[in-house]
């Protein structure tokens, strides 16, 4: 499916990006779009919960109408699957990449399987990488695909890509980008990896299956979103709902901002907060209950 002029203004609607404040300089107009979208739209992991079927569909027409349409968020693949239609309706060069996250929690610490997807962009020959769908987590701008060159992030936040070799490379000579992030002074954190290899919506459809059935996503339930000032029109902080908790994270610090204790609670949460809401079928359809949630 094509993304429409009619349907590119009810997108942009959704995301608060109204087309007369769209400027002409293709950068900033990228920059400005990947900020509203991951201000307005959330990462969350709702289908894989509340839903009847537990089933992701990765067809754009699908994606669309629930994003768009019925005001819910996604993961990854759905919310770069529509970033990357919409770009392309643009008039952008746009291709998708698979990433491989780096699991610095694991005992030792070790790269996940192959499982997330960005986008990468090509503006005047440089080419950037653009990711709405990896939550908190994710670069909250275009990062321009050169080693070692620091960007801004949110307050307090730096982002930047390195060109390198991975310890588990067999070959000496393979590169990848790696994709950092630090807090204020702090050390770099290596968040995910990526190779220039564009991947097909079959891939996709692979990964999809995998992320269903065995990523950590099946056994959470997660939405989070960035927040905008709309005085300043930054970006300013973070909110993440996490099966019974909600937080905030700003440049001040981290808050709790509820704790979460029935099915009712969690559910307006869902609205209130990120303006999501479930039909009394998908409610019905909770696999993970808050009442289970290990306290």
Known sequence: ??????????FFERIKYPQSQHPKDKLQFLSELQKFFIANIPFETLALHYSVDKNVSLE???????????NRGGYCHELNTLMGAVLRALGFHSFAVVCRFWNSRAEPPQYRPISHMANIVTIDGMKYLVDVGCGIQGPCRPLPLVASTPSPGLPSQELKLEYRNLSRHLDENQRVWVYYQRWGQGPWEEIYNFAETEFF???????????IKCSPFSRMVL???????????????????????LNQKTEAG??????????????????E?????LTMEERNAITTPIHHVAK
Not at 60 to 70: L, N, S, T
């Open 1 to 10: 499916m094509a993304i429409s002029k009619p349907l590119l203004h009810s």
């Open 60 to 70: 754009v027409a699908d994606i669309y109408d629930k994003i768009v349409v019925r």
């Open 201 to 211: 919506p079959a891939d996709f459809e692979i990964l999809n299956y995998y992320t």
């Open 223 to 245: 939405v989070q979103k960035f927040l905008k000032d709309d005085e300043t029109d930054g970006l300013y902080g973070t909110l993440v709902l996490l099966d019974d908790k």
């Open 254 to 271: 981290e808050v709790l901002v509820a704790t979460l204790n029935s099915e009712e609670d969690r559910v307006a949460a869902f609205s």
């Open 273 to 277: 907060y990120f303006s999501i809401q």
